[in-house]
C-alpha cells in the first residue's frame, strides 16, 4: 500500500475535478485521471472558444445585412463603404439587429445615405 499524505487536501482537489466533470460520459466522470485529461481538454476548448463565439457572430451579423442590402440592391461592401464616406458610426451588430427586425424605414434612410455618400 503506498503511503497517504495530504488526504483532505487531495480529495477537495479531487472532488473538484470529478464535480466538474459530471455529465461526462463513463469513465470520464468516474475516474479521476482520465476525468482530469477531459476537463483539462474541455476548459482549453471553452477558452478558445469564447474568442471564436466573437469571429462568429460578426459573421452572423454581415451575412444579416448583406441579405437586407441585397433586398434593396446594394451590396454589403458597398453599404458598409458608404456609411464610412457618410462618417455614420453603427457598428455591425447594430445594423444586423436593424435588418434582422425588418425595420425598412430606418434600413432605407440607412441605404439612402449610403448611396449618397
Given at each position: 500500500m503506498p503511503r497517504v499524505k495530504h488526504v483532505p487536501a487531495g480529495r477537495r482537489r479531487r472532488k473538484k475535478i470529478l464535480k466538474r466533470a459530471k455529465g461526462?460520459?463513463?469513465?470520464?466522470?468516474?475516474l479521476h485521471?482520465?476525468?482530469?485529461?477531459?476537463?483539462?481538454?474541455?476548459?482549453?476548448y471553452s477558452?478558445?472558444?469564447?474568442?471564436?463565439?466573437?469571429?462568429?457572430?460578426?459573421?452572423?451579423w454581415?451575412?444579416?445585412?448583406?441579405?437586407?442590402?441585397?433586398?434593396h440592391g446594394l451590396t454589403y461592401s458597398k453599404?458598409?463603404?458608404g456609411l464610412k464616406k457618410a462618417k455614420v458610426e453603427l457598428?455591425?451588430?447594430?445594423?444586423?439587429?436593424?435588418?434582422?427586425?425588418?425595420?425598412?424605414?430606418?434600413?432605407?434612410k440607412l441605404i439612402e445615405v449610403a448611396k449618397g455618400a
Open positions: 461526462f460520459f463513463g469513465g470520464r466522470h468516474r485521471r482520465t476525468a482530469r485529461e477531459t476537463v483539462h481538454r474541455a476548459m482549453a477558452f478558445r472558444d469564447r474568442r471564436v463565439k466573437k469571429r462568429t457572430f460578426r459573421s452572423l454581415i451575412i444579416r445585412i448583406n441579405a437586407a442590402c441585397r433586398a453599404f458598409i463603404a457598428d455591425r451588430k447594430a445594423l444586423a439587429d436593424i435588418a434582422f427586425r425588418k425595420d425598412d424605414a430606418a434600413l432605407k
